[in-house]
């Protein structure tokens, strides 16, 4: 088929949770047409009026297709109605999606069941990105950080790794660096442009507790400063500090699960990508 025939499109997926469900509703519907291009916003938890009213500016700036998983009332009549504003479709996933994408693109749907799961570039995508985190977990393989999508620093028990393995199934490579008390960082770090740098925090209290439990895993002794409250403490403000003098952004991650950590690093990555403040 000619590159001539294909269509480009816009598309948002909205969400009050993680985005999982919504994009994954989106992506089975989207590959039963042929011939079409997108580009994918990923708006997660959203749950407030102000959270809706940056999910409209964006969609203004990107007119296009929007989907949405929301459960709050008030929440999907705001979106609905700034969509009807905007002049631009939005409907639920529970709603006939795959008609309503083959109206709005005026494309044939080609009815191939399972056809979601053909090994195509996005699926090999996610395979490389796997291989690259785990290349590039734990600090490893900094000499060429700057091929990374994301990079993810932390000090230890922060969630790094599974974090990144998770972006890496949205086919997103990601490095995670360890922030070690007296052990330098790699001078790539702070040489590399293309990577996004996220800082990882969590509440002291917390990461004890989480320590206590890995060092009994692997029964070790507890009478050392990394389960110590005073000196964890110390080790997040030091780490504290490196992500305000860098001006990197930080996500606490004290309450958070791996999947919400991830989506959350997957919209600040996209509004990067996208030039969006």
């Not at 952004?249 to 969006?276: C, F, L, Y």
Request: hydrophobic letters at 40%.
């Amino acid at each position: 088929m000619s590159e001539l025939n294909v269509k480009s499109f816009h598309l948002h997926l909205v969400s009050d949770s993680t985005g999982e469900t919504v994009g994954l509703v989106a992506r089975a519907c989207l590959v039963q047409f042929e011939s079409i291009e997108t580009t994918e916003h990923l708006w997660a938890m959203v749950r407030s009026k102000d959270q809706v009213d940056e999910v409209l500016s964006g969609v203004g700036k990107n007119p296009g297709f929007v989907l949405y998983t929301i459960v709050n009332e008030d929440t999907r009549n705001q979106l609905e109605e700034g969509c009807r504003k905007l002049q631009v479709p939005c409907i639920a996933v529970l709603d006939p999606i795959i008609s309503k994408l083959g109206m709005h693109l005026d494309a044939e749907v080609h009815h191939m069941p399972g056809r979601q799961h053909v090994m195509d570039a996005e699926y090999f995508s996610r395979i490389e990105a796997m291989q690259f985190v785990l290349s590039h977990d734990d600090g490893q393989s900094a000499h060429n950080l700057d091929q990374a999508d994301v990079v993810l620093l932390g000090v230890s028990r922060t969630s790094k790794t599974p974090t990144c393995i998770y972006l890496a199934n949205r086919g997103i490579r990601a490095a995670n660096i360890p922030i070690v008390p007296g052990c330098a960082l790699p001078d790539e770090l702070f040489t590399s442009t293309n990577p996004m740098i996220v800082g990882l925090t969590k509440d002291p209290k917390r990461l004890v507790e989480i320590r206590r439990q890995r060092l009994r895993m692997l029964d070790q002794d507890e009478g050392t400063d990394y389960v110590d409250l005073e000196k964890v403490s110390a080790e997040i403000n030091d780490a504290r500090r490196l992500y305000a003098k860098h001006d990197w952004p930080v996500i606490n991650v004290s309450r958070k699960s791996i999947e919400e950590t991830a989506a959350t690093i997957i919209q600040m990555n996209n509004k990067r990508r996208d030039g969006v403040d």
